[in-house]
């Protein structure tokens, strides 16, 4: 089978893909080099990209489209791109910065440079305008695996305690309120910087 699909490079083609990929999905060409080698994935999905079949994001990383009636094909945003190289990678990730801010709905600015702390291979990605960067640090900073209580932190580092405002904390709160998880984070928060854990409880 490898050695036809080498010659040819017919044996992936879209229905292969649909029978382990949903819509909207993401995947890589080593989801499918079992199939055949690397540069013959390629090329047929370089042929179903070019046949609109499937969508190129970067080097070697494809989404299934998937349609809306009105707003057309649904791109897959960074997160989401992101979580898919790191379990890929059998890495952690963490959103930092502005992209903290952004996901939590602290900021309506979408950053040109979506940063993630992780313990895998730091790297920079290109995404249409936008950069995905991941930047190594140690593993204590990945100690807590809850997203929500990761975005919180993240984004109390990055707005300061001397620059958080009383709008930015009243968000935060109900965010925390609103949550079906509010326990976890409340105990996640215990290993937070005391200033983090004072606003948060409102003492």
């Known amino acids: 089978m490898s050695h036809l699909f080498a010659i040819f490079g017919t044996m992936l083609d879209l229905d292969v893909i649909e029978n382990r990929v949903d819509k909207g999905e993401i995947f890589f060409i080593s989801d499918f080099t079992e199939?055949?080698?690397?540069?013959a994935v390629r090329k047929s999905l370089q042929r179903l990209t070019k046949d609109g079949k499937v969508e190129r994001i970067a080097k070697g990383i494809y989404f299934l489209p998937k349609k809306h009636e009105k707003l057309g094909t649904i791109y897959p945003h960074?997160?989401?791109i992101a979580k898919a190289i790191a379990k890929r990678d059998k890495a952690r990730i963490i959103a930092t910065g502005s992209t903290a801010l952004n996901l939590l709905g602290l900021s309506t600015q979408i950053p040109m440079k979506v940063v993630f702390l992780t313990d895998g291979s730091a790297r920079n990605i290109k995404v249409g305008k936008q950069t995905i960067q991941f930047k190594k640090t140690n593993t204590k900073n990945l100690s807590i695996e809850h997203r929500l209580t990761n975005l919180i932190i993240q984004a109390f580092k990055a707005i300061g305690e001397k620059n958080i405002t009383e709008?930015?904390?009243g968000k935060i709160r109900m965010i925390i309120d609103q949550s079906d998880e509010q326990e976890l984070i409340y105990q996640n928060l215990k290993t937070a910087p005391v200033w983090m854990q004072k606003i948060v409880v409102g003492k």
């Open 35 to 39: 199939l055949g080698n690397y540069e």
């Open 167 to 169: 709008e930015q904390i």
């Open 78 to 80: 960074a997160e989401q």
